[in-house]
């Protein structure tokens, strides 16, 4: 049974998305605040990793399911085969290692893959098949969760191997893995690899182009909302038109994320006009009350709304894994947001109204407002008598109006004028090209 909470819980979106191990950390979180049973989160737990090799764990989740001190007999195989495994592609990858690992190989390998792979098949006997038992080394370490493992082996294998499919694979793994093991700084050269990669690789069709674009922006989010300069960077990558694009093809839901970031980062404000435009085109597939928040302020003007909206938010992002780290900050902000709008169209200010609008006490919302007023030097003053926040809006004269206005146009008229010449220089020459073309046949002719 699930908790009235659960309404805007994307997991169920987003597991499609995202590997398994990634998955994992969600049911986690979902456990911990409560939006499910137990009983069905533990049996999503034990189905999600029984495909892996992460056996003892899987047992652990098994005895819990069952209430049992037992484990099956083919887990227990599982695990003896799993061990063998583990120790078999551990010997392989490491007469690579012993190579790569060697003072006088690191100081002659060079930036050009194929001419280290001569260097080390003429004077090492390497081949590309003993290069790929690091990618089968550390993809079997990351399905044992063995991520840190599993991340150095996958760096080694991408700086020798010139498999490019295997190296774009070989990346993901290496990004899940640092993600993983919260190594944020290697997962954001991680992210930015990827794009690249995914940006100038030849897919097979522009749809697994679409496809990989998809997987990326939800694996970048644990990323961006992890990293300090994640906010900035989600932004940045967001709101590029390939990516702008992908999201209302595949998966309108991620416009919670950039929302949130744009909010909860006051330099980026400038993009919030581009921002209301694509919920407004995406209302009629994807709505929840952070972009409902959004619309109601900035689309319908709606203070009510928003009010009301913003209430709603709190919970959303208590209950969403990559957001509740961003709650005070989105609160705050959106309060900003709804003082500077409202203060934008009102000359004359209740502070018990907007304080009201704000769900803030009265005291709480005085304060507020001198320490707006104070922050964003606005030119207004506050009435105590009368409880009101007076603004002082100076309406430019008519005169200035006009010269704002018409200050540009002389400037245009020339770029005009300057183009209209250059166009009347360019077709006088065509026509004395012509000219002398025609009379060069006739003298032939002529001849």
Request: glycine letters at 2%.
């Amino acid at each position: 049974m699930a908790s009235p909470a659960a309404k805007y819980d994307l997991t169920s979106k987003m597991i499609p998305f995202l590997d398994r191990h990634l998955i994992f950390p969600l049911l986690e979180f979902l456990s911990m605040n409560e939006l499910y049973s137990d009983e069905s989160l533990l049996q999503a737990k034990y189905e999600l990793l029984s495909k892996t090799n992460m056996v003892d764990f899987t047992g652990q989740l098994y005895q819990k399911l069952k209430n049992s001190a037992e484990v099956p007999e083919d887990m227990i195989q599982k695990r003896e085969e799993v061990l063998k495994m583990l120790e078999d592609k551990q010997a392989e990858a490491q007469k690579v290692m012993d190579v790569i690992e060697n003072p006088d190989v690191i100081a002659a390998l060079r930036q050009d893959k194929f001419q280290n792979l001569q260097f080390l098949k003429e004077n090492y006997g390497m081949t590309t098949e003993m290069i790929t038992t690091l990618y089968q080394f550390g993809q079997f370490q990351y399905t044992c969760g063995n991520y840190g493992g599993a991340a150095d082996m996958l760096y080694h294998f991408r700086v020798l191997s010139t498999d490019e499919s295997l190296n774009l694979s070989a990346l993901w793994g290496k990004l899940a893995s640092e993600i993983l093991t919260g190594n944020w700084d290697d997962a954001l050269l991680a992210i930015q690899e990827l794009k690249e990669s995914i940006d100038k690789t030849q897919f097979a069709s522009p749809l697994h182009q679409l496809e990989q674009r998809t997987w990326f922006l939800h694996w970048s989010l644990f990323v961006f909302f992890n990293h300090p300069k994640g906010r900035d960077a989600i932004i940045d990558l967001f709101f590029q038109p390939a990516y702008i694009n992908t999201i209302q093809t595949s998966c309108p839901w991620i416009l919670r994320y950039l929302t949130t970031a744009v909010i909860t980062n006051k330099r980026r404000k400038n993009l919030l006009k581009e921002l209301v435009k694509i919920i407004e085109q995406e209302a009629y597939q994807y709505r929840d009350p952070i972009t409902e928040f959004v619309e109601a302020l900035y689309v319908n003007f709606d203070f009510d709304l928003a009010q009301k909206k913003l209430a709603e938010c709190g919970e959303v992002l208590e209950n969403d894994f990559f957001l509740v780290a961003a709650q005070e900050d989105f609160i705050q902000n959106a309060r900003c947001f709804i003082s500077e709008t409202y203060c934008r169209i009102h000359q004359k200010i209740n502070i018990s109204e907007l304080s009201q609008t704000l769900n803030m006490s009265k005291e709480d919302g005085e304060k507020w407002i001198v320490n707006l007023i104070c922050d964003t030097r606005v030119d207004a003053k506050i009435d105590y008598q009368e409880n009101t926040v007076v603004m002082n809006t100076q309406v430019p004269l008519v005169y200035q109006q006009i010269i704002e206005k018409t200050k540009g146009l002389s400037f245009r008229s020339q770029v005009l004028a300057t183009s209209i010449d250059k166009r009347e220089a360019a077709q006088a020459k065509a026509k004395a090209a012509m000219a002398s073309q025609e009379k060069n046949v006739t003298n032939v002719e002529s001849a």
